[in-house]
């Protein structure tokens, strides 16, 4: 029974990562056989309809092949980000190094409450503040 649990699992995860790569090839507008030319070493459309319909066990030498064809990183197709995030991170990416270590500092400061201002805010870790029960007072 434990095995048939895990193997269900595995499948559903390949499932995901297969629509995932599905989804990242079609934004590209790029066909299954396009994407499997540019895989190095390259690959036909047919193992490329397998991995996307999850009939495959990836490995992660086929994630690392197929994340460069795409051109985006590794973890786009293992774990996709919140559309905030990614649109963040995708800004990241563009910047030179200079900007990317002042977006850095300003996030590091930004999580600690310093505003610039010489006031300073709750931390972003913080716990929101809680109402007192009825309206009681401290």
Not at 89 to 105: C, D, N, P, W
Not at 108 to 114: I, L, Q, R, S
Not at 120 to 133: G, H, Q, S, V
Request: proline share 6%; with cysteine.
């Amino acid at each position: 029974m434990v095995k048939t649990r895990r193997r269900s699992t595995n499948r559903d995860r390949e499932r995901r990562i297969g629509a995932r790569i599905a989804a990242l090839r079609l934004e590209q507008n790029l066909s299954m056989d396009r994407l499997g030319e540019r895989c190095h070493p390259p690959a036909s459309g047919s193992q490329i309809n397998k991995i996307e319909k999850g009939l495959t066990q990836l490995t992660m030498d086929w994630i690392y092949r197929i994340a460069d064809a795409l051109d985006v990183h590794y973890l786009d197709i293992l774990e996709p980000l919140p559309p905030q995030e990614a649109k963040l991170l995708q800004f990241y990416r563009g910047m030179s190094e200079e900007k990317a270590t002042a977006v850095i500092q300003v996030a590091e400061a930004m999580a600690k409450g310093d505003t610039g201002d010489g006031a300073t805010r709750p931390a972003a870790t913080d716990e929101p503040r809680r109402a007192r029960p009825f309206g009681g007072r401290r």
